[in-house]
């Protein structure tokens, strides 16, 4: 039997890397061992967590957020560089990680994110978690990115949503990735109810706040407003530099979720997603484990 030992990668995908989650609990019960990991954005902070031991904590504190609690965390600063500070949500996640160094974590870990000013991509593999996890999240124009030693940094998936190439593969190791951000299914339907209006006023009112801001058309944009460009935006990039990815390098095991598995901005959705990504886990590690078995029973079956 091959090794259990999984070196894991986490894509980007806002509230739909929170099935992140399920799918290394799934990983986990199926006896495998994570020992080394890298994410991009949501990514980074689902395997940060694992990587220093608060992924159950962090699971607590998302799965028991209200639509109102979302709000009350984004904190609104509509400017030239992005609509939320993401000070409210990072000091929540400081409780979790205080001020735990990269280099002291007991498994290799890499976060991605991207440098607007030299145009190339940053790895972080030391230094503070929480702000290598704060650099690849900082998704451009809405949270305001991170300044730092003549650097501009912002959410990595705009240049590597799912990070392969930078999780370090021990000898022996499975690679396994996540990716959210796989093409839509059609069965998949947004689940429609009185409480998402209040996600949806929030929404127009930051929409009718940036229109102000830069004399966008009113009409035009009640339909096209900044959330809407900038989550369709990423979806179509994402993907393709997904597709591309793919192409150049094969995990052994490749999970898969629709991109309309949620919108980038639904984490009050986090138990559902959570549960998305244990069950599709479980189903792809079960076929997985039945095409190891298969092969050695064909390898046997041609030495006898």
Known sequence: MKSKNVSLVLSSGGARGLAHIGAIDALLEHGYTITAIAGTSMGSLVGGMFACGKLDE????????????????????????????GERVFAEMKRFIGETQIEDLPIPYAAVAADLINHTEVIFTKGNLLSAIRASSSIPSVLMPVSTDGLLLVDGGLVNP???????????????????????????????????????????????????????????????????????????????????????????????????????????????????????????????????????????????
């Open 58 to 85: 962090f699971r607590e504190f998302m799965t028991g957020l209200s639509r109102m609690d979302v709000i009350r965390l984004t904190d609104l600063a509509v400017s030239k560089t992005g609509i939320i500070k």
């Open 162 to 304: 799912l990070p392969m190439e930078h999780v370090k593969i021990l000898k022996g190791n499975i690679l396994v990735a996540v990716n959210v951000n796989a093409p839509r299914q059609e069965n998949l339907l947004p689940t429609k109810n009185n409480e998402d209006s209040t996600i949806n006023k929030a929404r127009k009112l930051i929409n009718e706040k940036w229109n102000s801001m830069t004399g966008g058309h009113p009409k035009r944009n009640q339909v096209n407003g900044i959330f809407t460009i900038v989550n369709n935006s990423f979806e179509l990039m994402q993907h393709r530099l997904t597709l591309y990815a793919l192409g150049h390098q094969t995990p052994e095991i490749l999970l898969n979720l629709p991109v309309n598995l949620a919108d980038t901005f639904d984490f009050y959705k986090s138990g559902s997603l959570i549960k998305a990504g244990y069950d599709a886990m479980n189903t792809r590690l079960d076929e997985y484990e039945k095409e190891r078995a298969s092969e050695l029973l064909a390898g046997t079956s041609q030495l006898s």
